[in-house]
């Protein structure tokens, strides 16, 4: 198994309240139990650009191949979006992009 760190853009088509925000980053963060309340230091899992309703999510993800991060990436974006009330077209994803690999994972 390989880390990935994925790109996801998107744009929300409902405004991000701040209570909706914490709920998504709630959301991200907790979808490893052995990890809940941590972030990787250099991860900012959240990134809104200033006076437009687009952003970066940046997932950390544990896959196979480059494809399955992309998909496992996709999967848990949507899952955190939906929990955070971003519902059906709510909130937009975009092509996800492979932003970084450690294949010191496959060796552990």
């Given at each position: 198994?390989?880390n990935?760190?994925?790109?996801?853009?998107?744009?929300?088509?409902?405004?991000?309240?701040?209570?909706?925000?914490?709920?998504?980053?709630g959301a991200?963060?907790?979808?490893?139990?052995?990890?809940?309340?941590?972030d990787?230091?250099?991860?900012?899992?959240?990134?809104?650009?200033?006076?437009?309703?687009?952003?970066?999510?940046?997932?950390?993800?544990?896959?196979?191949?480059?494809?399955?991060?992309?998909?496992?990436?996709?999967a848990?974006?949507s899952?955190?979006?939906?929990?955070?009330?971003?519902?059906?077209?709510?909130a937009?994803?975009?092509?996800?992009?492979?932003?970084?690999i450690?294949?010191s994972?496959?060796?552990?």
């Open positions: 198994m390989t990935f760190v994925i790109s996801l853009p998107g744009t929300f088509k409902q405004e991000l309240t701040q209570a909706a925000k914490a709920q998504l980053l991200l963060r907790g979808a490893d139990p052995q990890e809940v309340g941590s990787p230091q250099d991860l900012d899992m959240l990134t809104l650009n200033e006076g437009s309703p687009t952003f970066t999510l940046r997932l950390e993800v544990t896959a196979e191949d480059s494809r399955g991060a992309e998909r496992e990436a996709l848990m974006a899952r955190a979006l939906a929990e955070a009330g971003f519902q059906g077209d709510a937009l994803l975009g092509q996800p992009a492979i932003t970084s450690d294949t994972a496959d060796s552990a």
